[in-house]
């Protein structure tokens, strides 16, 4: 399997801009996280989706970010508008089994810059 | 509150020498432990796990971590690094409702 793969890599953007992350999991996976790291914050869990329906969003900051899973091989999450502070590196992650005692297969990330 | 705590930031290590790196927690009910490491530009991979049985964990890369009920700490260790094992390390205690990953521990391996 190729692993977690998302796109794209590196990401440029001015403020008020709209922002589209995506990731596709490891095949068979029934979870799938979003989160986001930063050097002040650490690596911050943002929504989990278990069998392509959003369990968790707890985590997501504002109402500026949503995401989706529209089928168990592709999600998005998307910012809109995007500011500064939203700078970081968004990884996706997938596990087979249990949502947090399971081991989770972390996509290379999304190094976001926001203008 | 439920934590992880890192408190090394950064940790510099000669190549052959022993590493350990600290982790301690907060969690309430019974905790699954992790460690993962981050090479640049990477995503994270699991080294390691434990949730019950022998406290001595054997991982990948020829590391191993020890949990420690009484002092709430779950740390990693190696005994002799290689250039390679520089890279960040995530202690990480998951449960059923959640998962909180440490601060991290950047490891510098001097030639």
């Known amino acids: 399997d190729a692993g977690v793969i998302q796109s794209p890599r590196h990401e440029v953007t001015e403020m008020g801009q709209e922002v589209t992350l995506r990731c596709k999991p490891i095949?068979?996976?029934?979870?799938l996280f979003w989160y986001r790291q930063t050097m002040m914050r650490g690596l911050e869990l943002l929504i989990y989706?278990?069998?392509?329906?959003?369990?968790?969003d707890s985590g997501m900051p504002e109402d500026r970010f949503s995401a989706k899973m529209p089928n168990a091989s592709f999600s998005t999450l998307k910012i809109q508008p995007s500011e500064p502070r939203d700078s970081a590196v968004y990884f996706c992650?997938?596990?087979?089994?249990?949502?947090?005692?399971?081991?989770?297969?972390f996509g290379p990330g999304t190094r976001l810059t926001v203008l | 509150a439920q934590s992880v705590t890192q408190p090394d930031i950064h940790i510099t290590v000669s190549e052959g020498a022993s590493l350990e790196l600290r982790c301690n927690y907060s969690?309430?009910?019974?905790?699954?432990l992790f460690w993962y490491v981050q090479s640049p530009g990477q995503g994270l991979q699991l080294l390691l796990k434990?949730?019950?049985?022998?406290?001595l964990v054997q991982g990948i890369k020829g590391f191993e971590a020890e949990f420690k009920r009484s002092q709430s700490s779950f740390n990693l260790r190696k005994p002799s690094v290689h250039w390679s094992d520089a890279a960040e390390y995530f202690c990480?205690?998951?449960?059923?409702?959640?998962?909180?990953f440490g601060k991290g521990t950047r490891l510098h391996i001097l030639p």
């Open positions: 990480a205690v998951g449960g059923d409702d959640k998962i909180i």
């Open positions: 434990y949730f019950s049985g022998d406290t």
């Open positions: 095949s068979g996976h029934d979870y």
């Open positions: 992650a997938s596990s087979l089994g249990s949502t947090f005692t399971d081991t989770q297969y």
């Open positions: 969690y309430g009910a019974t905790p699954y």
């Open positions: 989706f278990n069998n392509n329906v959003p369990i968790d």
